[in-house]
Nanobody
Framework: QVQLVESGGGLVQPGGSLRLSCAAS????????MGWFRQAPGKQRELVAT???????NEADSLKGRFTISRDNAKGTVYLQMNNLKPEDTAVYYC?????????WGQGTQVTVSS
């Protein structure tokens, strides 16, 4: 079992930056992939980026160059640095962790990009 708690969301103007953090507790040594998904109003949840324990990345092509994921395996944390934010990045951002075939989700943190 893993529990995930996100932080760092909020309101930012277009062109601004935010850094999301997610801290896992529980069986963090068993976590394989960690990462982020997002869900905008009226849309399906979509991949932002995930990173394996060994550092392999799986990123949304449309976000490369603006969003950067990083992970600290020892601490069980994953981060998402978001730069040059756009109104279309407005969504609830969910932290994700996988242990074998089990998926775990955080409660989500709201990111709103608006002037």
């Amino acid at each position: 079992q893993v529990q995930l708690v996100e932080s760092g969301g909020g309101l930012v103007q277009p062109g601004g930056s935010l850094r999301l953090s997610c801290a896992a507790s529980g069986s963090i040594a068993r976590i394989s992939a960690m990462g982020w998904f997002r869900q905008a109003p009226g849309k399906q949840r979509e991949l932002v980026a995930t990173v394996s324990r060994g550092g392999r990345l799986n990123e949304a092509d449309s976000l490369k160059g603006r969003f950067t994921i990083s992970r600290d395996n020892a601490k069980g944390t994953v981060y998402l640095q978001m730069n040059n934010l756009k109104p279309e990045d407005t969504a609830v951002y969910y932290c994700y962790a996988a242990i074998f075939v089990a998926d775990y989700w955080g409660q989500g943190t709201q990111v709103t990009v608006s002037s």
